[in-house]
């Protein structure tokens, strides 16, 4: 009789992708990911005996761990495949202990890692099974157990000196003061102006742009011309120093090799620069790419690529390129980082032949991804570019100006990507004309450029995770979550993809930079990862670990709880109960004022949100009536934004949209005699790009138009067309909604009873 083997994966779509790889021996199970955790009611580590942790089942694994027992009941083998890294190796011990593989007669557990799901790479790891690496699993449980010592115990601790809901984290607080010291440089920064003198020569084939390097004997530097009067002065000096005559010229045959295949956080630096994903997105896309075998495990710090994938790129570069773009030996890049626990190859595809316009998805974020890891990695194998670089000077009597050119001999790897463009490259690209020494030019024309400097950038998902795997802070698994962990903690804010803090992050970080300098420096957080790597090598004990961090951090913890005063702002605005100075607070929806005395409940919105009330009170340009009780309604700010809300409220709870009026009325309200009467206004429907205009009473008046109303005639015009058009059946239109309402309390059934 055959051997029955049971091997389990973390997701379905991989489970189904390996169980077509296997015969009728094997079953492919998933654990949906994690099937235990520390549990959220309470700390969950004994920190008097060792940091042992206290592991539980969620609700959701239970049916799951059910479902893997009576599976692993009538097998021979079990085989643990979750990812190749701490994470993953922290799963496969999870399920060897919930199975109890190995006890009570259960077979003993084997682990295998595969860094891509093809069938050669599953079933020769099928032919290497090893036993749960445990000094992976410490590793990964001291950074489960540390993280919850840190969060359980400072999370607490500001929602005493501050506010109820804050919480701290060794990562991400580190993230959130780099976010937060960056946008006090760009506050603090005093712009400097400066200006350049640019000059075109004629005399040569082509005109010869040129920069003024040198003016009255001295050198032109950034700051040399501090005014336009010191421009004008040196525009005028190069006019007088002609003739011009070219002096040495100097080329320089460049190579210029190609940047390594992807790893965790380059991908996402790329993404988020040339596809405008986020961190987070990018992994979400990256994960399915994998469980659908088209590319390598996306989690990794490795440049490395595997010989058979060299050899593969270099026969698709010969045949897509020419045998010129291809290496005669193979290019290796080495790794900087020490992250032994993460997998051992670059982020590449299975197979390069797979080109992405022969990819089958059809999710158009999957082929764009999955094109850019294809390009990358196959550009890392493809020969160097050959860059010609000129230079020339351009002497006058009392001024020089210096000429600058290249020309792409040979693109090489910039055929394939490079990161600043895709396809060919022009080969006169930046080139200078033929120039002698000696030969006379003609300053042709001459203009002086103004220009600022200009502050830091905000940072970016590129920028915010190439500053922390710099500080070497995080690893791959960590990038994402921890940008997603700043951003609903309502530490940070994006403002066009960039980042930027809010007033309860600069206020936490600051309370932490003072008074728990540890948690939120750079070099700890990093030195941390370093000890993790040293656990995750052999080289230290998780326990030794834990015991030199916690000690001091909860004495440290415990005299700051008593020497630290709730943080208290203190405003300039006088309160219209008291009198004295308002306090600032912070809320669900933002910060407002409030009166110092214990017991009042006098509020009033923030100098920010003020100004916002005043600019949309503007917008609104009159007033706007409750539909119930046809009270005022006035500008409320809610979890969504602003709204507006009746003045009687809680008695009465009207609320309505902010709108923007045109200026005039609705047609369709005056003709049925509506009071009040609609206005029309400036409305915006789900999916459309442009807006339209239509009656503020909607959807007691359903009158709109798709041009904006420029005079009472037009909207008579407007409406008169809108009168004659035939109109939908609202009965169908409901009759629609009750159906789908129907249908998807049906499938939620379903997935109830099949879950």
């Not at 000129?390 to 050119?405: E, L, M, N, V």
């Not at 957080?525 to 230290?540: H, M, P, S, W």
């Amino acid at each position: 009789m055959a051997q029955k083997t049971l091997v389990i994966v973390e997701s379905p779509t991989k489970a189904n992708l390996i169980g077509k790889f296997l015969g009728r021996d094997f079953d492919v199970a998933a654990s949906l990911g994690h099937v235990r955790d520390l549990p959220k009611s309470k700390v969950g580590v004994d920190v008097e005996h060792g940091f042992e942790p206290t592991y539980t089942v969620s609700l959701r694994a239970k049916p799951v761990i059910a479902d893997l027992k009576r599976r692993a009941k009538g097998v021979d083998r079990v085989i643990l495949a979750p990812d190749p890294d701490r994470e993953g190796e922290a799963i496969a011990w999870h399920l060897a202990e919930v199975l109890e593989l190995g006890r009570k007669g259960a077979p003993e557990a084997q682990r295998i890692v595969f860094h891509e799901i093809t069938e050669r790479a599953i079933k020769e790891a099928l032919e290497h099974p090893r036993s749960v690496d445990s000094r992976l699993v410490d590793a990964q449980q001291a950074r489960r157990v540390l993280d919850r010592l840190v969060g359980y115990g400072l999370s607490p601790f500001l929602w005493r000196k501050i506010r109820y809901g804050l919480s701290a984290g060794r990562v991400q607080s580190v993230a959130v003061r780099l976010v937060v010291e960056r946008e006090r440089e760009i506050r603090a920064f005093v712009s400097r102006e400066y200006w350049s003198v640019e000059g075109t020569f004629s005399g040569s084939k082509a005109p010869v742009p040129a920069r003024l390097a040198v003016s009255g004997g001295k050198p032109v530097t950034k700051f040399s011309l501090e005014s336009r009067e010191a421009a004008d002065a040196a525009v005028a000096g190069a006019r007088a120093a002609a003739p011009y005559r070219v002096g040495a010229v100097t080329t320089k045959r460049v190579s210029r090799n190609p940047a390594p295949p992807f790893t965790t956080s380059t991908l996402q630096q790329e993404a988020s620069r040339k596809l405008g994903f986020s961190a987070k997105q990018t992994m979400v896309v990256a994960q399915k790419l994998y469980e659908k075998g088209l590319i390598t495990y996306m989690r990794t710090d490795s440049v490395h690529l595997a010989t058979s994938a060299v050899l593969q790129a270099r026969d698709v570069l010969s045949s897509m390129y020419g045998k010129e773009y291809a290496l005669e030996k193979p290019r290796f890049f080495s790794t900087k980082s020490k992250g032994a626990q993460e997998a051992h190859e670059a982020i590449r595809p299975t197979s390069f032949t797979r080109e992405p316009d022969a990819l089958s998805s059809g999710d158009r974020n999957e082929k764009r991804l999955y094109e850019l890891v294809w390009k990358r990695a196959l550009a890392s194998q493809a020969a160097a570019a050959e860059i010609d670089q000129t230079g020339a000077d351009i002497i006058g009597s009392d001024a020089t100006f210096r000429a600058s050119g290249h020309v792409t001999v040979f693109p090489g790897f910039i055929r394939v990507y490079t990161e600043g463009t895709d396809g060919d490259v022009e080969e006169d690209e930046g080139a200078l004309p033929p120039l002698a020494e000696g030969q006379e030019l003609v300053l042709a024309e001459v203009t002086p450029s103004r220009h600022e400097t200009e502050p830091p950038p905000r940072y970016t998902d590129a920028t915010l995770v190439k500053a922390l795997e710099s500080h070497g802070i995080g690893r791959p698994s960590t990038y994402a979550p921890t940008l997603t962990t700043i951003q609903e903690r309502g530490y940070v804010e994006k403002e066009d993809k960039k980042y930027r803090p809010t007033d309860i992050g600069e206020l936490v970080t600051d309370l932490l930079v003072e008074h728990f300098p540890e948690i939120a420096d750079v070099q700890f957080t990093a030195q941390v990862e370093t000890e993790l790597d040293e656990i995750a090598e052999g080289e230290r004990d998780w326990r030794e670990m834990m015991q030199s961090f916690y000690g001091p951090f909860k004495k440290h913890l415990d005299e700051k709880e008593a020497a630290v005063a709730k943080q208290v702002v203190i405003t300039d605005t006088p309160c219209p109960h008291c009198g004295k100075p308002m306090i600032m607070k912070f809320g669900r929806t933002g910060k407002f004022l409030a009166c110092p005395e214990e017991g009042s409940k006098v509020t009033l919105p923030s100098p920010e949100e003020a100004a916002e009330i005043a600019a949309l009170e503007a917008k609104l340009q009159g007033d706007e009536f409750c539909p119930f009780c046809k009270k005022l309604m006035k500008i409320r700010k809610g979890r969504f934004g602003y709204f507006l809300g009746c003045v009687d409220y809680p008695t009465c709870k009207g609320v309505g949209k902010i709108w923007e009026r045109t200026g005039f009325k609705c047609p369709h309200c005056r003709n049925e005699n509506r009071d009040p009467q609609g206005d029309i206004v400036v409305r915006k429907g789900r999916g459309r790009s442009k807006p339209f205009f239509g009656c503020n009473r909607y959807p007691d008046c359903t009158f709109l138009m798709n041009v904006k109303p420029e005079s009472e005639e037009h909207v008579f015009e407007a409406y008169s067309a809108w009168l004659a058009a035939p109109k939908k059946d609202p009965t169908k239109k409901a009759a629609k909604k009750v159906t789908r309402k129907k249908t998807t309390k049906k499938v939620a059934r379903k997935k109830k009873s099949d879950g």
